[in-house]
Each structure stands twice: as structure tokens, then as C-alpha cells.
């Protein structure tokens, strides 16, 4: 702890000045009285600062590690969610594939069935007609 005023020093000092000796003493114990107090009270500050800076690096690392753990939790999910999309949607590529070759199919025997009638109708006025 620093001294702001060495006692003996500002004792001589006050009694320099026209003082009593028993006031300068008087004034000079007020001044250490005074320093051990704020002294006190700076040892109490500086106890209140490690502690609150304690504190305050135990609730960063709290908030980091569940900011991590929420990150990973919402990555899995999001994870997981992918997977049930692309399931379902290979899903309903399949079933829509299935259904436009059933379609191509069926356009395919229609076009042989038509070409097979205009084929047979052509052939039907030649015969009348000649």
C-alpha cells in the first residue's frame, strides 16, 4: 500500500506551520487512519474485481459451451432432417418415374393402335375406290 503522506514528515510540516504538536499528531494519525481505510477499501475492491472477473469468465464459458452444444444439437437435426427429405423425395421420384414410364407405355400402344387404323381405314377406300 503506498503512503500518501509519511507521518513524521507532515507531523514536523503542520508543527512548522504554527500547529500544537498534539494536533499535529492528531491530524497525522486522522491522514493514516484515513489511508488504512481506503486502503480497506481498495484491497476490498480489488477482491470484488477477481471475483466478479471470475464470475464473469465462468458464465462466458457457460454460454459458450451451451452455444456449442445448442450448434451441434441444431447441425444433428438439421442432419437428420436432410436425410428424411432426400428419403421422401427419392421416394416420389421413384413413384413419379414409375408412373411416366406406365404413361409412355400406355402412348406407345396407342400409337401402334392408331398408325393400325389409319392403316386399316387407308387400306378399306383403296379397296372401294380401285
Not at 486522522?30 to 477499501?41: H, L, Q, S, V
Not at 475492491?45 to 459451451?65: D, M, P, W, Y
Not at 437435426?77 to 406406365?102: G, I, L, N, P, W
Amino acid at each position: 500500500m503506498l503512503l500518501l503522506f509519511e507521518r513524521p514528515r507532515f507531523r514536523d510540516q503542520i508543527c512548522r506551520g504554527g500547529a500544537s504538536e498534539a494536533k499535529a499528531k492528531a491530524a497525522a494519525r486522522a491522514i493514516a487512519d484515513y489511508e488504512k481505510r481506503f486502503g480497506g477499501i481498495e484491497r476490498e475492491a480489488t477482491t470484488f474485481r477477481s471475483g466478479f472477473e471470475r464470475q464473469l469468465t465462468e458464465f462466458r464459458s457457460g454460454v459458450e459451451r451451451k452455444f456449442l452444444e445448442f450448434r451441434s444439437d441444431m447441425d444433428r437435426q438439421f442432419a437428420e432432417s436432410r436425410v428424411y427429405v432426400d428419403k421422401h423425395f427419392a421416394e416420389s421420384r421413384s413413384y413419379a418415374e414409375k408412373e411416366f414410364t406406365d404413361i409412355r407405355g400406355t402412348l406407345k400402344l396407342h400409337n401402334w393402335m392408331m398408325g393400325t387404323s389409319i392403316a386399316l381405314l387407308t387400306a378399306i377406300f383403296l379397296k372401294m375406290f380401285y
